[in-house]
């Protein structure tokens, strides 16, 4: 649950980093319309997408796991319960659901980036 919960913090990141650049852009280059444009509702509508991207980011990635077949050790030698780890233990080749879940990390941070 660790490892979701840090999914759900970078996906959060990710879309507070680019509210701000968006915020900083209207400060910068329309600073007479600031007011106007960066109004209270825009603000919470920004706080609220991006505790949803977080949320879905995280949900994802636990749907994916839960479903997962596992038999024989449940037992990661590790500390922190990485994700990489968990799909290890799974009664499957795990090697397209690594490749699947890292390129879906990606997508969400080529996503938060590209729409700066």
């Given at each position: 649950?660790?490892?979701?919960?840090?999914?759900?913090?970078?996906?959060?990141?990710?879309?507070?980093?680019?509210?701000?650049?968006?915020?900083?852009?209207?400060?910068?280059?329309?600073?007479?319309?600031?007011?106007?444009?960066?109004?209270?509702?825009?603000?919470?509508?920004?706080?609220?997408?991006?505790?949803?991207?977080?949320?879905?980011?995280?949900?994802s990635?636990?749907?994916?796991?839960?479903?997962?077949?596992?038999?024989?050790?449940?037992?990661?030698?590790?500390?922190?319960?990485?994700?990489?780890l968990?799909?290890?233990?799974?009664?499957?080749?795990?090697?397209?659901?690594?490749?699947?879940?890292?390129?879906?990390c990606?997508?969400?941070?080529i996503?938060?980036?590209?729409?700066?």
């Amino acid at each position: 649950m660790s490892q979701i919960f840090s999914h759900f913090i970078a996906g959060l990141e990710m879309v507070i980093l680019v509210v701000m650049a968006y915020d900083r852009y209207v400060a910068i280059c329309k600073p007479l319309h600031y007011s106007t444009v960066m109004s209270l509702h825009r603000c919470m509508w920004l706080v609220v997408a991006a505790w949803t991207v977080g949320f879905v980011h995280a949900m994802s990635q636990i749907v994916v796991i839960v479903q997962l077949p596992f038999c024989g050790p449940r037992e990661i030698d590790s500390f922190f319960c990485d994700r990489p780890l968990v799909i290890n233990l799974a009664c499957m080749d795990s090697h397209k659901l690594k490749v699947l879940m890292n390129v879906y990390c990606g997508v969400v941070a080529i996503h938060a980036l590209s729409s700066c």
